[in-house]
């Protein structure tokens, strides 16, 4: 799966999202992510792993996700 396919099944507001090397708890939504210009440049890179950290009591979840190179 690429990273622009993933994005495009993922709900905004159920978490950040970090890109292991590109983006750090990404929080302003998926819309302007796809906007962001190191997003367009790996956009078609193929997603290698996905983890799912936090929520628990005060910890945001998180969606973390490494690519390959």
Do not use: H, P
């Not at 495009?8 to 998926?30: P, R």
């Not at 302007?32 to 210009?37: C, D, G, K």
């Amino acid at each position: 799966m690429k990273l622009s396919e993933l994005i495009k099944v993922l709900s905004d507001g159920t978490a950040c999202f970090s890109i292991v090397g590109l983006c750090e708890e990404y929080t302003k939504g998926l819309e302007q992510l796809q906007q962001e210009s190191w997003y367009l440049q790996n956009k078609e890179k193929t997603v290698r792993k996905i983890t799912v950290i936090g929520g628990y009591c005060d910890y945001n979840v998180e969606f973390r996700i490494r690519l390959n190179k």
